[in-house]
Nanobody, 115 residues
Framework: QVQMVESGGGLVQPGGSLRLTCVTS????????MAWYRQVSGKQREQVAS???????DYADSLGGRFTISRDNAKNTMYLQMNGLRPDDTAVYYC?????????WGQGTQVTVSS
C-alpha cells in the first residue's frame, strides 16, 4: 500500500520561508517521478513541482523561481523549499508519485501565509 505523509506546513508571514517534507512508503521510491501539489479550498488541486528519480525538476510557471524541489532516495523522502511566500501560496500541500493515478492522497500539510 502506497502512503505519503506530508509535514512542515504552518503559519508564516509574507516573504517568509517554509520547508515541506514528504515521506513515502510502499513503492520503489527512486524510480518514480514525485510531485508536489496544492489545493485551495473550493478550487482544483494544481501541480506545483515535480522531480524525476535522477533529480530533473519542473516547476509551475507561476512560482517565479521561489520554490525548490529536491529528494533523497535513500530516505524515500522529498522536499519543497518555499521562499518568498505570498498570501496566494496559502493552500494545503500534498505530495504523490505523479504517474500513480489510483492511489489515495495523504492528509496534506496546511501552509498559511498571512501577516
Amino acid at each position: 500500500q502506497v502512503q505519503m505523509v506530508e509535514s512542515g506546513g504552518g503559519l508564516v508571514q509574507p516573504g517568509g520561508s517554509l520547508r515541506l517534507t514528504c515521506v513515502t512508503s510502499g513503492i520503489n521510491f527512486s524510480i518514480y517521478v514525485m510531485a508536489w501539489y496544492r489545493q485551495v479550498s473550493g478550487k482544483q488541486r494544481e501541480q506545483v513541482a515535480s522531480i524525476t528519480g535522477r533529480g530533473r525538476t519542473d516547476y509551475a510557471d507561476s512560482l517565479g523561481g521561489r520554490f525548490t524541489i529536491s529528494r533523497d532516495n535513500a530516505k524515500n523522502t522529498m522536499y519543497l523549499q518555499m521562499n518568498g511566500l505570498r498570501p496566494d501560496d496559502t493552500a494545503v500541500y500534498y505530495c504523490k508519485p505523479r504517474d500513480l493515478l489510483n492511489i489515495a492522497w495523504g492528509q496534506g500539510t496546511q501552509v498559511t501565509v498571512s501577516s
